[in-house]
Structures are given as C-alpha cells and as structure tokens.
C-alpha cells in the first residue's frame, strides 16, 4: 500500500468529556489540525505584521500558479524574508492600512500576500503585546509568486533562484503526501490566494479591488490614485469631482463594504442500508477502473446539511434516506471547500438505486461491509496512483486515508453503528 502520512491529531484527544463519552474521540481529518494561530485580531495591527515579516524566523509559502514549493512530494520549503524582499518591498505593512486603501493606485501590481499565523510551538519566534496579553511564535505567510504584470521579472528571479537550490514548485494535487501539519498550512495558503486571485474585481461594480486585513479581505477603494490626470478636480453634470474618486459602489455603503472569502460547503456521505448490512458506493466514468467512493454534493442555498445529504443522495442514486448524521468535516483547498462528512440510513422502502435523474454517476451499487473492509485493507489509492501492492485486479478500490470518504467508510466498518467492526 502506497505510504500516506499520518492524520491530524483531533483537539485535546486525552481530555475526558460528557461529550466525548456520549459520541466518542473526536475525528480530524487531512488538511486540517493546522499548528498555527491564526490570530486574526493582529490581521489589522501593521504594527505587528511589520515586526512578524522580518523576523529572522519568519517563513513564506512560495505558490507559483497555486504549486507550492517543495522539497519533494513529502516536505514543504519555506522562503525567508531575505527571499522574498525584492518582490514584496521592504515592507508592504509600513504604513496603517486606512491610508493604504486612501493611496491605492490600479496601475501598481501588488504580489498577494497573506500572514497565516504564528506557530507558538516553536521558540525564538516574534513576540508581540496585545490587550494586555503576550503572543510569541514563529510568523508564517503566503505569497503567490506568479509571474504577470509589472512584477513579472521579480517573480521570474525568485524562481529561478528557488529552483537554483534544486527545489522544485509541486503541480497538480499531488500533495497528500506531506506530514498532516504542513498540508493544513498549504491549503490555508494556498485557498487565500487562490481566492485573491479569482477576485480582482468587485461583484457589485467591476472595479478593480485591492486586498486588506493581511490577505484575508478585499476592499473596493473609493479612490484611485491612477486616475489622477495633473487635474484637481472637474465638472460632471454639474458637480464638482475629484479625479481620482471613483465612481459610487454599494459595497461602500453600510457594514456591507467588504469581500470575505468563500467557503464552499459541500456534503459527502456513507449510506447504509436499512439493515445495516450494506453500504452504498458510485463512481463516475472518469475514474479507474473498479474504483469507488462516497456520494457527494453541493450545498444548496437556505438548504440544511441534513436536507443537502437526502437530496444529493436521491438525485444521483435515486436512494432515499432517513436519519443522517455528521460524523467530521474537512477543508479541500481545491479551490475553496468543506467537506461536511455524514453517514446516513436508507429506508426500508428507498434501498432501490435508479441513476436516471442525475447523469453523474456511471455506477451506484451497494456491497457488504465485509467487502468494504476487506478493500479498505488492500484496495485503496489516490485517483492518479497505481494499486498498492497485494491488491487483486478486479476488486473493489476506494480511496486513501487522506480522505474523508475513506474515513466514513472505516468508521462504518469499524462499528460506528454499534455492530462489530470488520476491520
């Protein structure tokens, strides 16, 4: 079996709870258990942020075109200020982010960055006093170093520099591979910017936005430095108007003047049968050969994640369901989603599986926990890998650990309804 790291530690997994009892040890799953705090009550303190970025020990996620830089597949490389100094500036934080915004300028690129947090574990980090109370850890950021506009040649000498050290820049989503702590800072990362970069421009007016709150919000400037024309002011339909003002947003008005990123939420879940016996698995067209997982899908608007589970569920297998429960959750930074994991109870009457209303599945079937488990063992794999070693051509394959479709399947087999665990 391919070798996958290990999953994160849940929060305080020794601590004895009435809750704990009741439901049992609480379930983390890949790309979360991050070690940072993320401290966003600092995001707005230039203060600290200029003190964090040059830090000695500060640590910057380099992603060109989302790709992180690496040292293989299994390890993260993280830049230092020194690094990064040509294409940031000395210090973007300089100055209180109200005049920032009062001197944006459209015509001047500037290279997304994001504090992610501090990592308090760590020693000899930045320390900062905040509401009478002292935070000190390692600062990390993100910043996207892809090469366009007027910091294209920035961008390029960073790379070539980075690639220099015999590092190398990760594509694609091979990374379920590196240590449960560095994933969940990638996918922080790497879902800001990625959010960052598909927003340039306002939903409301099409005017260009400018990133504040240390990379974690965008705002729509009411002015533009760029439209300075050596003109005070002018003459429009009457009014007298600054140049460089830009035309009226709603975003502008009321508390509604700022964008946050967007969360996608989405359900995946392990249906069993109404006797407990079976559980329910698709596949769509693209995948491997003999390779099933979970039904998923989106959350729909003023629609509950109990509600989202039935309908999914009915739409493509055709399969109605009674009781659902939620069972984990996990960020998937592909682009901006939470996976909200369920497992759900056919009814006695809803087990038949008709694929007519939703064409995205070519499969659905149901097959035995005993089966389930046996695939768990020797059958799992990442969509773009080969079979681990003592799989048997033709059977069952499913997901690997890193994802939380393989574990609301082992949860099931392992006797998450109360019967005995098959594994």
Not at 170 to 182: D, T, Y
Not at 278 to 295: A, M, N
Not at 310 to 326: D, F, H, K
Request: hydrophobic residues 35%; negative net charge; proline residues 7%.
């Amino acid at each position: 079996m391919p070798e996958y790291p290990q999953l994160p530690e849940p929060a305080q997994p020794d601590l004895d709870s009435m809750l704990s009892r009741k439901f049992g040890k609480e379930i983390a799953n890949y790309f979360s258990g991050s070690p940072l705090n993320r401290v966003s009550f600092l995001r707005t303190d230039h203060a600290f942020l200029s003190k964090a970025l040059v830090h000695p020990t500060a640590s910057f996620l380099l992603l060109k075109d989302l790709a992180p830089l690496v040292q293989d597949e299994t390890k993260l490389e993280f830049a230092s200020y020194k690094d990064v100094t040509s294409l940031i500036g000395q210090n973007p934080f300089s100055k209180e982010e109200a005049q920032i915004i009062s001197e944006y300028d459209s015509s001047v690129m500037v290279p997304i960055l994001v504090f992610l947090g501090l990592d308090e574990q760590k020693r000899n980090g930045v320390e900062h006093l905040h509401a009478s109370n002292t935070f000190s850890g390692v600062p990390y950021f993100a910043l996207d170093i892809t090469p366009k506009g007027s910091i294209e040649t920035q961008a390029n000498t960073l790379i070539k520099d980075m690639q220099g050290r015999g590092l190398t820049f990760l594509e694609g989503r091979h990374h379920m591979k590196l240590s449960a702590q560095e994933a969940a800072i990638y996918a922080q990362g790497r879902s800001f910017v990625d959010w960052n970069s598909r927003n340039p421009f306002c939903a409301q007016c099409g005017q260009p936005t400018f990133s504040i709150n240390a990379g974690t919000k965008r705002t729509c400037p009411p002015t533009d430095m760029s439209l300075v024309a050596g003109v005070a002011d002018t003459t429009t339909e009457g009014k007298r108007v600054k140049l460089r003002e830009r035309p009226p947003c709603a975003t502008r008005k009321g508390i509604h003047n700022i964008a946050f990123p967007r969360t996608d939420a989405t359900v995946i879940m392990a249906v069993v049968s109404h006797d407990s016996h079976r559980i329910l698995i698709g596949r769509q067209k693209r995948w491997p050969q003999h390779w099933y997982s979970t039904l998923a899908g989106f959350v729909e608007p003023a629609e509950s994640i109990e509600e989202a589970v039935r309908r999914e569920v009915w739409e493509e297998a055709g399969v109605n369901l009674g009781r659902v429960v939620v069972h984990s959750t996990q960020p998937w930074p592909y682009p901006a989603n939470l996976m909200i994991g369920a497992i759900a109870q056919a009814t006695p009457d809803g087990e038949n599986i008709a694929l007519k209303n939703d064409p995205e599945l070519e499969d659905a079937k149901w097959v035995a926990i005993e089966e389930i488990a046996e695939a768990l063992k020797v059958g799992t794999s990442g969509l773009g890998e080969e079979p681990p070693e003592g799989y048997k051509e033709g059977g069952l394959r499913l997901p690997p650990p890193t994802a939380i479709a393989n574990q609301l399947l082992r949860a099931i087999a392992d006797g998450f309804l109360g019967s005995e665990s098959k594994l």
